[in-house]
């Protein structure tokens, strides 16, 4: 009838609403499966590179190597207390001020659990943040739990790079590293320390909400409330900031938890009978560190942390075989107390099901 007059047909508006809407959310689903999937093939490469290079430098010398640690396990093991209270502690000065009235021992539960789902799925390091805001739900406002979760990131991660930096002053002064490796490093680093940078700025002046701008011109859909739950989020992170002292004393706090690594080298070092002393073992973890920080993207750290060890080990002149053992006994540390934060999450998860019973 609207042809027979000459009138075009009034086209439906919601459909082409919803249409609009539906093609942001396709594209988003496929870039999240698409994450997952290159993290599953990151992480079976990684096992695979564990097998070769088990096969390549002999299980049996492996094993052996393993062996000479014994006993001494349970002391590297209860080592790792240290680093998690300096951690710990760093993770309390990213608290808005003033800082929740949380018990130490609960923040301590909730950096161990995090850290052990960190080290057992493939999330990028990303999965054990929102445990550890989780664990807290009830002890303090959660919009001001996830602010202290954010700063704390960003500051550790300012803490792991002045380590680096600091250490690579320190050592490369006495170690033989190619040149090219040497200049890999420090433009590695460089890139790495202008986008943290960036993301303090961001962060400074309101990055989740500049994030959410984002998403609305790309034509990702932001709920009006969900908004509103970030700029609050915004304003809880730039408290922290207003306190001069706060940031400075978490990245600190971490870069203890840092340099605290290589007291466990140095210790792994012992029972395995590797020479060298205090100064190696900083040199060993220094690399370490460095060599896991641009391997970042492979979950769990598999394979790169061992096959790490194995060139750090080749290029200062070392045994490789007793590299891969000294990989291979800081994974079972990892696991051991990944074991223990799980052993946390349960508990808090049964607890949780018999309150609301």
């Not at 993301?199 to 990702?220: I, T």
């Not at 896991?292 to 750090?312: R, S």
Request: hydrophobic fraction near 50%; include cysteine.
């Amino acid at each position: 009838m609207a042809e027979r007059s000459g009138l075009k047909p009034v086209p439906d508006s919601s459909s082409d609403v919803a249409s609009n809407d539906a093609a942001p959310i396709a594209r988003a689903r496929i870039s999240a499966r698409l994450v997952i999937v290159l993290e599953r093939a990151f992480l079976v490469a990684g096992i695979v590179l564990l097998g070769v290079l088990i096969r390549e430098l002999g299980a049996g010398a492996v094993w052996g190597n393993l062996r000479l640690v014994g006993w001494g396990f349970c002391l590297i093991f209860a080592q790792e207390i240290l680093a998690y209270a300096a951690n710990t502690f760093g993770w309390y000065r990213a608290f808005p001020p003033p800082p929740p009235d949380i018990p130490f021992h609960r923040l301590l539960a909730a950096r161990i659990a995090g850290d052990a789902i960190n080290a057992v799925t493939p999330t990028a390091t990303v999965g054990g943040e929102f445990v550890r805001a989780r664990l807290l739900e009830g002890q303090a406002n959660m919009t001001t739990v996830w602010a202290s979760v954010a700063v704390a990131k960003v500051s550790q991660t300012v803490g792991q790079i002045a380590f680096v930096v600091l250490g690579l002053f320190v050592v490369l002064q006495d170690t033989p590293l190619p040149p090219g490796i040497q200049r890999g490093l420090f433009i590695t680093l460089l890139l790495f320390s202008s986008a943290l940078l960036v993301a303090l700025l961001m962060q400074r002046r309101g990055m989740v909400d500049a994030g959410a701008d984002v998403l609305r011109r790309l034509g990702l859909p932001v709920p009006q409330r969900l908004g509103e739950r970030w700029q609050r989020l915004d304003r809880e992170i730039s408290r922290v900031y207003e306190r001069p002292v706060s940031f400075p004393i978490s990245v600190a706090s971490f870069f203890v938890g840092w340099t605290l690594g290589a007291l466990e080298i140095y210790l792994i070092m012992w029972f395995l009978g590797i020479p060298g002393g205090w100064y190696r073992a900083l040199t060993i973890e220094v690399l370490s560190v460095a060599v896991d920080g641009l391997l970042f993207f492979v979950p769990a750290k598999a394979g790169t942390q061992e096959g790490g060890k194995v060139l750090i080990f080749t290029l200062l002149g070392l045994d490789p075989a007793k590299g891969l053992a000294l990989g291979l006994v800081r994974r079972l540390r990892d696991l051991s107390w990944a074991v223990v934060g799980l052993l946390i999450l349960s508990r808090h998860q049964l607890r949780k099901r018999s309150g609301h019973r």
